[in-house]
C-alpha cells in the first residue's frame, strides 16, 4: 500500500488553529509541537509529539475546525491520513479503533492533568457534551 508523507521543516507551520481539517497526520520521525493561542495572541505549548504519535484527527472525528496549531519543532516526516482512509479505518479495522481510542484517552488523561493545575477561577467554560445513550437504547426498547 502506498503511503502519502510529507516533510517538515524546524518552525513549519504544519496547520493552524481554526483552520478546516481535511487529514491527520502521524509522525514517521521528528518532533511536533501542538500550541494554542490565547485572546491576546500568546501561543502556549500543550503538548510534544514525537515517533509514531498521530495527531490532527480531532477534525476528522467531529468535523469541526482545528482546535490548536501544530509545528514543527525539528525536521519531521509525517505520513499523511486523508478523511477518506481515516473513515475507511475507523469503519473496518477494530485495531485502528483501538488504538485510536487509546491515543484520545491519553490526551484526555493529560489534558486533565494540565487543567487541574490551573485555578478554577480561570475555568470559564465547559465543552460540549457527547452523548452514547443511542448506542445502547433504541426507539421502542
Known sequence: ?????????????????????SCAYIINSGLVGVYREDSSGNRSLVRKLGNNDMFGEMGLIDKYPRSATAIALQDTQCTIIERYRFNYLTKFNPHFMTTLIKSLTEKLRSTII???????????????????????????D
Open 1 to 21: 500500500m502506498e503511503h502519502n508523507t510529507t516533510t517538515f521543516y524546524k518552525g513549519e507551520i504544519i496547520f493552524m488553529e481554526g483552520q478546516t481539517s
Open 114 to 140: 494540565n487543567l487541574n493545575k490551573i485555578s478554577p477561577a480561570n475555568r470559564t467554560t465547559s465543552p460540549n457534551k457527547t452523548s452514547l445513550y443511542g448506542f445502547f437504547h433504541k426507539k421502542g
